[in-house]
């Protein structure tokens, strides 16, 4: 929870901007209303039926009434003004939660009313706008009087980690401890898929660079090379199954950035003078084991297998050749 404290109100907002992105996938549209004129709102989330608002409030203690008085009375007067309408859900976001009185406002929903009136002069009448004070009476009351305020609640800072960890951006923010890799399976699909043709056809060209003899891949079977073949099959799943895992846990990007790195570490002992192809196939498999990814936020779930999948990858990518030709 430290982490949480550590964020400037900037980063508070988009914090909270990235959570409700995608913990819910029923709103169309989520918007951040950031510096002056938000006009009492902060993290907009739309959907067919209305709107939500996750109002952001990042204090070094915890929120109390005359904090929450002072955010409804904004929502209070822009509604009734007509600049927007009433939100199906009002959550306040803080780090550090609500003061036991201010809890206890929320759970009994009728007080909130009572507390914005009793509260309006101070926290409300000449700090909603500059240009004018606004006087609680007339019509006016009478709107907040007609207001149900059991959309008010607040996000404890447990459920905001809980739905955060939900994001692809939370290994960013806070390290990747929380994730673990699912398992791969153990056998490869016996048929070579679409997304195999263009590796496979490359190494096999590799195989017949050696003494000219061309290999298809039922020939490829019963040769010397069987192995080389299952096993680049196997490296490929493995490595492909990573980056299913990157796009579901990590920002976008990352696997491409990975794909990046690998391509640099190799490139030098690709470009070298090898015999055959399938010399360098070995060669480049050999140092894709080696290549540092000390900086890149994979480095702690990708293994020997990945690592030579990606050649397979590159290759798939055309980025990388065994046979110059």
């Given amino acids: 929870m430290d982490r949480l404290m550590i964020m400037s109100a900037d980063e508070w907002e988009i914090f909270t901007l990235e959570l409700v992105f995608y913990f819910d996938k029923h709103y169309e549209q989520v918007t951040r209303c950031a510096g002056a004129g938000d006009k009492g ?42 600049d927007y309408t009433l939100p199906q859900d009002y959550r306040f976001v803080t780090p550090k939660g609500c003061s036991s009185d201010c809890i206890d406002m929320l759970v009994n929903k009728s007080r909130i009313k009572t507390e914005i009136i009793a509260r309006w002069d101070v926290e409300c009448r000449d700090k909603i706008t500059k240009t004018e004070s606004i006087l609680l009476e007339g019509d006016f009351l009478d709107y907040l009087n007609s207001i149900d305020f059991s959309f008010v609640d607040e996000m404890s800072s447990l459920e905001l980690v809980d739905k955060h960890q939900q994001t692809p951006y939370h290994s960013s923010r806070f390290g990747s401890y929380h994730l673990k890799r699912p398992q791969l399976k153990k056998d490869v699909p016996v048929s070579v898929g679409d997304n195999e043709k263009i590796y496979i056809e490359a190494l096999l060209h590799a195989f017949s660079d050696v003494h000219g003899k061309e290999y298809s891949h039922a020939s490829v079977l019963t040769s010397d090379y069987a192995e080389d073949l299952e096993r680049a099959r196997i490296n490929f799943f493995s490595a492909e199954s990573l980056e299913v895992f990157s796009r579901d846990a990590f920002p976008e990007g990352c696997y491409r950035e990975l794909k990046e790195d690998c391509y640099e570490g190799l490139h030098s002992v690709v470009r070298q003078e090898h015999r055959n192809g399938y010399e360098r196939f070995l060669k480049v498999s050999t140092q894709a084991v080696n290549v540092p990814y000390d900086s890149h936020p994979l480095v702690h779930y990708i293994r020997p297998s990945d690592r030579k999948g990606l050649c397979h990858q590159l290759v798939n990518d055309k980025k990388i050749k065994w046979v110059r030709r």
């Fill in 41 to 82: 709102r902060d993290v907009i989330a739309r959907f067919s039926s209305g709107w939500d608002n996750y109002q952001c409030k990042h204090y070094g203690r915890k929120l109390n009434i005359a904090d929450v008085v002072a955010e409804l009375g904004k929502l209070v007067f822009y509604t009734w003004r007509g």
